[in-house]
């Protein structure tokens, strides 16, 4: 329809076409002629061949492809060029390069432009499988259709065991929505942001750009809000940015729009942060709409014009790129509602009140109307509602966006409306503090019961049997017995939940509106419950639908491509026993074997533990101290004990083997978890602590990547349980050579600052024995007792930084020794041994866990004559 709106204003006739299920659609009636397809879903919109017969019996010259579908086909392209069609977009060979995500990543290495690890073509399965292996534990991936968008075709695996079904699911969906079944993959990165940079070119190598947008609120790597420009992006890292896009469009000579899309740290990094380039959408958007209110542009528009052969002179876009004029957000209101715990349901039906808000700074695109009936075949978009401020706080367009929801009515069709409301009333989003996880990580807020905390700024629809003279159907003689029965009976959507089968069978019905994938059944085929049946597709997901019941399969109703409603029946089954003869043989299983990925999980474990490592055990018997896990052992009740992220790495993969790493480097240098401690005296809610160890046996027990990560993990645990903390600190500090991360100064790293947030909330009890230097020393530092063996050495720098910094040479015993921080007052409480360190850490959280029932202490008594009555008379105070 907005497209539609450019060519009128071009004086450009429109010719819309509309598959079986969109024959009620208002696209089809907003043209000035419409050619229905013949076709149902998205296959209609796909079948190139049947698209140039509709321009070619109709006198089309030109065919825009939309927002999706063939919008980044190079055959389609290609195929237009043929039948001497102009395709508004870039040319066929640009969309070899942009339309195939793969591709593109070749072009940005080419121009030096920053990219994701990740595999650089069409990637197989076992491709993937080995890529996933490279990341080593506790990595994850993103599998990506190579065409397309919206987030079709789109998985994070974290699991190996996950990799199978995520590929075939990502190839499955991509297939259907693009027409192409390719993937590729790239490694997962937690805590970014997407912005993208709006392009422009006209084909001869100029090209502009139009700003950026920020799109990281996403729910499943579907854009959900986008804003222009970016409220929090640093100037410097804006250029750069917008360099990298336009060295990539004028490589290809780009024609047209098209989006440049890139991932930044959401930690913020200053003008210098990182970057990387992730795909480029060689189309226009569905965003498009917040460019064109701070620009002033239509780019609807300059896109056809482009297509018509206009030069970016002939735009006035030859020139520096004005300045945008505050900012505009817009708002996705989809057919769909959130669950507390993230999980999206669609929904339909028919539109029942539909009235869109209006106003200064207010712009509504949608395709819905009232009595429009909803089709599960397509996307759940129904309209975007765009707020936009030219004032220069940010605040100022999400308050218009938010009151713009408060008076949109829709009633017939649940929306995402709700959702919006409270996001927009988000402390964090109002800031800006963002990442593409937000909503995930926020989904139970978000999604939260909004009755009355929202106004409804609009008039409450009557009832129709409130109404005097309300008219009924006349061609219907029966509509009289409907009437009354609902508010908008006439118009609702007749139910198939009470479809009739066979006799004697029970429904299958469907748990959600969508299209049916594929069906796995026969009629007459015997089910057990739990068994696949079918696989359906909502929201751009694929999702199981499994037997409910035992049984005979006595009629299917549904086909692949059919389209159902919640509710609908998907088969009818005969329930009862289902005899063993008449499913698969029952598999023989051995109750003692023990699975490959179980043996290698428990094996991996194994090899982290001190029997497991008799070298490492041996040098600590050489300097007369403890393991960190036998320090451990002592300190907890029995095996209360329990490891977080025990089978972590260095970040090391670029430069050891994931087998040297799991060798040398188990737990990343750190055992960490939750425990009992003195459990034999107090309840167990109150034992309970956090203990962490650096574990000098592994890289002098410095701080790594990962264990830093771990490190801020377990202060989180101990902040929001509000449970003391004991921290074995012997190490040597800041760890360099961690090669596979991807930071600037460090500033990604909250230890720190986390470890001084819990100062007076909780007990902090820190220990060392020998070397404690460095970041070490910090922590045990910020401690507020400090326990320390004879033999330790506590420096805010080791010898190689003393040496570094000019100071003189230094062996390490010759640092911060005891005779030194005891009398400083550095070191509280000076102890022999690390068993004596254990005993009197077990004492002074003693003091913390409450009361005991039975104890026993010197007679009080004799503290009645410990200070003279004489006033006058000298006494020890000590």
Not at 255 to 283: C, K, M, S, V, Y
Not at 397 to 409: D, G, H, N, P, S
Not at 821 to 840: L, R, S, T
Request: aromatic share 6%; charged share 25%.
């Amino acid at each position: 329809i907005r497209i539609m709106h450019a060519a009128a204003e071009l004086g450009v006739e429109s010719i819309a076409i509309y598959s079986e299920d969109d024959a009620e659609a208002l696209h089809p009636r907003k043209a000035d002629r419409a050619v229905a397809l013949g076709a149902k879903g998205v296959a209609a919109y796909l079948d190139g061949d049947r698209l140039l017969e509709v321009a070619r019996e109709t006198g089309c010259d030109t065919v825009h492809p939309g927002y999706g579908f063939l919008s980044e086909s190079a055959a389609f392209a290609r195929q237009c060029r043929n039948a001497g069609l102009t395709f508004v977009g870039p040319g066929a060979e640009t969309l070899d390069t942009f339309g195939d995500k793969a591709a593109a990543r070749l072009l940005a290495q080419k121009c030096g432009v920053p990219l994701i690890p990740g595999t650089d073509g069409v990637t197989s399965l076992d491709d993937a499988r080995a890529f996933y292996d490279g990341l080593g534990s506790g990595g994850a991936m993103m599998i990506k259709a190579v065409a397309g968008g919206g987030g079709r075709g789109i998985r994070l695996v974290r699991a190996e065991d996950d990799l199978d079904e995520a590929y075939n699911r990502c190839c499955s969906e991509a297939g259907q929505a693009f027409g192409n079944a390719a993937v590729y993959v790239e490694q997962f990165l937690p805590r970014v942001r997407h912005i993208e940079v709006q392009v422009i070119g006209d084909g001869t190598g100029a090209v502009n750009h139009l700003w950026e947008r920020e799109c990281s609120i996403q729910r499943r790597n579907q854009k959900i809000v986008e804003v222009a420009p970016s409220p929090s992006l640093d100037p410097g890292l804006r250029e750069k940015l917008i360099a990298a896009a336009l060295k990539l469009a004028a490589e290809v000579k780009y024609q047209g729009l098209g989006t440049f899309e890139f991932l930044i740290d959401a930690g913020g990094t200053g003008d210098d942060g990182f970057f990387a380039f992730i795909e480029a959408n060689p189309r226009l958007q569905v965003e498009h709409t917040v460019t064109e209110q701070v620009t002033g542009k239509d780019l609807v528009k300059m896109q056809l014009r482009l297509a018509q052969g206009a030069t970016l002179a002939d735009l006035g876009l030859d020139g520096p790129t004005p300045p945008p004029e505050g900012f505009a957000l817009q708002l996705r209101i989809n057919m769909e509602t959130m669950a507390p715990d993230g999980s999206i349901r669609p929904s339909g039906g028919t539109l029942g009140a539909f009235e869109i808000p209006f106003g200064p700074g207010i712009r509504v695109d949608t395709s819905g109307f009232v009595g429009y009936r909803t089709s599960p075949s397509f996307d759940s978009l129904l309209a975007k509602l765009i707020g936009h401020s030219r004032s220069s706080d940010y605040r100022d367009v999400i308050t218009r966006a938010y009151r713009a929801l408060c008076e949109f009515k829709i009633e017939g069709v649940p929306t995402n409306i709700p959702f919006l409301q409270n996001l927009l009333r988000h402390p964090a989003f109002l800031a800006n503090r963002i990442d593409t996880g937000f909503v995930d990580a926020h989904a139970q807020d978000l999604s939260g019961d909004v009755s009355g905390s929202h106004r409804k700024l609009y008039m409450d629809t009557v009832p129709l049997r409130r109404q005097a003279g309300a008219k009924v159907d006349a061609v219907d003689p029966l509509a009289v017995l409907d009437y009354g029965k609902s508010d908008f009976a006439s118009a609702a959507a007749p139910a198939r939940s009470d479809a009739m089968g066979p006799d004697g069978t029970v429904p299958l019905v469907a748990p959600m509106q969508g299209t049916i994938v594929s069906v796995d059944v026969a009629t007459g085929d015997a089910v057990h419950p739990g068994q696949q049946v079918l696989i359906m597709e909502a929201m751009k997901m694929e999702h199981v639908i499994r037997a409910e019941t035992g049984g005979i399969i006595r009629s299917l109703v549904v086909d692949p491509a059919d389209t159902v409603y919640e509710g609908d029946p998907l088969a009818f089954i005969e329930a009862g026993d289902v005899a063993v003869g008449a499913l698969d043989a029952e598999e023989d299983i051995d109750l003692d074997h023990v699975r490959p990925d179980l043996a290698e999980n428990i094996e991996r474990h194994r090899v982290t533990l001190d029997a497991a490592r008799p070298a490492a055990v041996a040098r600590r018997r050489k300097t007369g101290q403890r393991t960190a896990r036998e320090n451990i052992a002592d300190l907890v009740d029995g095996d209360s004990f329990v490891e977080y992220g025990a089978l972590t790495v260095a970040a090391r993969r670029g430069r050891n083997t994931i087998e040297e790493l799991i060798a040398r480097t188990p737990a990343d240098g750190m055992v960490a978890g939750l425990a009992h401690v003195n459990g034999d005296l107090v309840a167990p809610d109150k034992a309970r602590c956090v203990v962490i160890s650096y574990d000098y046996t592994v890289l002098a027990g410095t701080q790594g990547t990962k264990n830093h990560e771990k490190k801020d993990r377990m202060f989180e645990v101990a902040k929001r349980r509000q449970l003391p903390l004991v921290f074995f600190c012997e190490g040597g500090g800041g760890r360099p050579g961690d090669v596979d991360t991807i930071a600037a100064g460090s500033l990604h790293i909250t230890t720190f600052h986390q470890f001084a947030q819990l100062s007076g909330t909780i007990p902090l009890v820190g220990i060392t024995s020998g070397y404690c230097f460095a970041g070490n020393a910090v922590v045990l530092g910020c401690c507020d007792v400090i326990i320390a063996t004879e033999n330790s050495n506590i420096g805010m720098g080791g010898p190689a930084m003393i040496e570094g910094g000019g100071l003189g040479v230094f062996r390490p015993e010759q640092v911060g020794p005891m005779s030194d921080q005891v009398p400083n007052g550095v070191v509280d409480i000076a102890v022999k041994d690390e068993v004596e360190a254990v005993a009197v850490a077990k004492k002074y959280l003693s003091y913390f866990q409450g009361r005991v029932k039975d104890w026993e202490c010197a007679d009080q008594r004799w503290l009645r004559r410990a200070v003279p009555e004489n006033r006058l008379r000298a006494y020890d105070v000590r």
